[in-house]
């Protein structure tokens, strides 16, 4: 069955670095997103995106967030200069598969990579 | 204030017991997603409703969908240890799709 990989697992930084965290969204699939969850609390959206451009945003994803979807199988999220409060789980998520209509209803997540800014 | 209300937040009980997790919004939604997710790891679909007043089943597990699709109910017949864990619903925005979270219910079933 098809899933949305993440890369890497954990990843662990200094305060002040870049760091891109990798996904491969289900194949086919139309929409991807980006979302955290800061140790112990919900889930949150920080942007979605759609026919290589973002079509919706939170206010946690400030200038220092970006996506970039390089060839047709990643999705990336880079934080430019990273905080001591970005540590959190990352999780992306695919949904809309061009073959069934590209019908979105139903979002499929990764694993997460763990992100550790210390 | 939380777009969607999950309630309880925790919920502990002795296995073989019943139970219902609420997911509660004044918002309306276009389609209503619950997921569980373990420790450390992606939030795993169980299941989506889209239609007002749809009831799905899962095994043990039945799912509804409010009529006026802004809440949504989860309801387990006869816990197992294995259903432990963190029960998320996530809500459609109707103007763009995007989904947001509720706060979650932990379950802990005990043997």
């Known amino acids: 069955e098809p899933e949305v990989t993440q890369t890497p697992s954990h990843q662990v930084t200094q305060m002040g670095q870049e760091v891109i965290l990798r996904c491969v969204p289900i194949?086919?699939?139309?929409?991807f997103y980006w979302y955290r969850q800061i140790l112990g609390q919900k889930v949150e959206f920080l942007v979605s995106?759609?026919?290589?451009?973002?079509?919706?945003k939170s206010e946690i994803f400030d200038d220092q967030f970006s996506v970039e979807r390089p060839d047709g199988s990643n999705f990336t999220l880079k934080i430019r200069s990273t905080k001591l409060e970005d540590s959190a789980m990352y999780f992306c998520?695919?949904?809309?598969?061009?073959?069934?209509?590209?019908?979105?209803?139903?979002?499929?997540f990764g694993p997460g990579t763990r992100l550790t800014v210390l | 204030t939380q777009l969607l209300e999950q309630s309880p937040q925790f919920l502990s009980i002795q296995e073989g017991e019943n139970l219902t997790v609420y997911c509660n919004s004044s918002?309306?939604?276009?389609?209503l997603q619950w997921y569980r997710q373990e420790p450390g790891e992606g939030p795993v679909l169980l299941v989506t409703?889209?239609?007002?007043?749809e009831v799905k089943k899962l095994k043990r597990l039945t799912f509804q969908f409010g009529d006026a699709r802004k809440d949504s109910s989860l309801h387990i017949t006869a816990a197992q240890p294995g259903d432990t864990g963190l029960y998320l619903c996530?809500?459609?925005?109707?103007?763009?799709?995007?989904?947001?979270f509720g706060a979650g219910t932990r379950l802990t079933v005990k043997p």
């Open positions: 918002s309306v939604f276009s389609s």
């Open positions: 995106f759609y026919n290589n451009e973002i079509s919706e």
């Open positions: 409703v889209v239609t007002g007043g």
């Open positions: 194949s086919n699939h139309l929409y």
């Open positions: 998520a695919s949904s809309g598969n061009e073959l069934a209509g590209g019908v979105t209803d139903t979002q499929y």
């Open positions: 996530a809500g459609a925005l109707i103007s763009n799709n995007d989904m947001r």
